[in-house]
């Protein structure tokens, strides 16, 4: 095995010198692929645990509404959950902080049926997704000027390339990199390098956080890893953003892509682990409810309307009439019932009524 080899860079000059991937250094080192064992393992499990819930959409809304919610706060945009579930549920309008968050859903979405529909990340599909995390179309950057600083002492510590052309080459050496196989490395390493350089080339003028950790997401489903965007990797990187930004800071002056590739790979297996953990207190919670309605009103037991309260853990009349194809007066009267088993909790936001699942919303806020 190669050990990895550290070449100097001065990093407060990368003008357009940034270079394009692979990095010429050994990526797989002992280290790298020791965490990389692990990972694997506990991604894989993770997408096989999720087949068993009753429905893998309980994980998948809730996780992209913690992803959403907890990426933004790198912005320190302050959304509580409640407020989330709330505004996918009510048709009041949202503060200007959820729909921001909002608006990352949406983007997280596009990009999941993009890649679905095309699979392949393009240059065109990433452009359209910080498109729609920010509701501007300005694009790539064209003007010169953006630096990456010290939010403490406001010092430069990195300038991305600013040329437009420069730029465009580099983010077609980025999406080769993305959707070509040819190099025989694990694509979960890969992650972590084109990850990297997606911050380093910070090709939007704002966004880049949001857009790259949307990537990192939809690079696990293209590769295979997951069938659904239930990996909430953004929230590993927010909680230890010192260590993110110093390591990034690290492979700019001193392609120390090692302790970058191992950082990125433990984020992965601890997510992966705390997801499967929520798994089996999903599965819990849903067979205790079950057995809960059947012990007491077996007649009133329908599975369809609990899978229903399991996605979407704020759930109102509305839904529960539509997706049963019952009367409204039906449908409350379901959830009165569910209501006085203790099951959910009525709360009233202005002129609706929300149903909360709220075991459930514990376990998802862990
Ligand atoms: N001082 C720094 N050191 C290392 N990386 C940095 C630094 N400042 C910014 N970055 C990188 O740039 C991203 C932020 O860029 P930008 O503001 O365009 O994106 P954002 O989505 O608005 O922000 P955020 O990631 O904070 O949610 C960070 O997530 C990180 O990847
Ligand atoms: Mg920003």
């Known amino acids: 095995m190669t050990k990895t080899k550290k070449v100097k860079r001065d990093a407060s000059k990368p003008f357009n010198d940034l270079p394009i991937l692979p990095p010429k250094i050994e990526l797989e080192t002992?280290?790298?692929?020791?965490?990389?064992?692990n990972s694997a393992l506990a991604l894989g499990e993770l997408n096989g645990m999720a087949k068993t819930l009753p429905n893998p959409l309980i994980l998948l809304n809730a996780v992209i509404l913690q992803e959403a919610g907890a990426s933004s706060e790198i912005e320190n945009i302050i959304t509580t959950q409640d407020h989330l579930y709330q505004a996918l549920n009510s048709s009041l309008t949202a503060d200007p902080a959820t729909k921001e968050v909002l608006g990352y859903r949406e983007a997280l979405l596009g990009g999941f049926n993009f890649i679905k529909e095309?699979?392949?990340?393009?240059?065109?599909?990433?452009?359209?997704?910080?498109?729609?995390?920010?509701?501007?179309?300005?694009?790539?950057r064209k003007l010169p000027g953006t630096t990456l600083t010290n939010t403490s002492t406001g010092k430069v510590i990195y300038m991305p390339p600013d040329n437009h052309s420069r730029i465009l080459e580099l983010m077609k050496n980025l999406e080769d990199y993305l959707n070509i196989d040819n190099d025989d490395i694990s694509p979960l390493i890969k992650l972590a390098v084109q990850h990297c350089q997606f911050e380093s080339?910070?090709?939007?003028?704002?966004?880049?956080?949001r857009t790259g950790r949307i990537i990192?997401?939809?690079?696990?489903?293209?590769?295979?890893?997951?069938?659904?965007?239930?990996?909430?990797?953004?929230?590993?990187?927010?909680?230890?953003?010192?260590?993110?930004?110093?390591?990034?800071?690290?492979?700019?002056?001193?392609n120390a892509w090692e302790e970058w590739i191992i950082f990125i790979l433990k984020g992965i297996e601890v997510t992966a682990k705390d997801t499967q953990q929520q798994i089996l207190s999903i599965n819990v919670l849903f067979r205790k409810l079950e057995?809960?309605?059947?012990?007491?009103?077996?007649k009133g037991y329908n599975k369809e309307l609990l899978e229903l309260l399991f996605e979407q853990p704020y759930s109102?009349?509305?839904?529960?009439?539509?997706?049963?194809?019952?009367?409204?007066?039906?449908?409350?009267?379901?959830?009165?019932?569910?209501?006085?088993?203790?099951?959910?909790?009525?709360?009233?936001?202005?002129?609706?009524?929300?149903?909360?699942?709220?075991?459930?919303?514990q376990i998802l806020k862990a």
């Open 201 to 209: 080339i910070h090709p939007f003028y704002d966004g880049n956080g």
């Open 30 to 37: 002992v280290a790298v692929l020791k965490q990389l064992a």
């Open 216 to 254: 990192n997401i939809l690079y696990l489903i293209l590769k295979g890893y997951l069938d659904l965007p239930i990996l909430y990797l953004s929230r590993f990187i927010i909680a230890h953003k010192a260590d993110y930004y110093r390591l990034l800071h690290e492979v700019w002056k001193d």
């Open 118 to 140: 095309k699979e392949f990340i393009s240059i065109n599909a990433i452009v359209e997704i910080q498109a729609l995390l920010e509701k501007n179309s300005a694009g790539l």
């Open 316 to 361: 109102k009349v509305d839904y529960v009439s539509k997706r049963l194809n019952v009367s409204r007066l039906t449908a409350t009267k379901y959830l009165q019932n569910l209501v006085q088993l203790g099951i959910l909790e009525l709360k009233p936001v202005w002129k609706e009524n929300l149903y909360i699942n709220k075991d459930l919303l």
């Open 291 to 298: 057995d809960k309605i059947k012990s007491t009103n077996a």
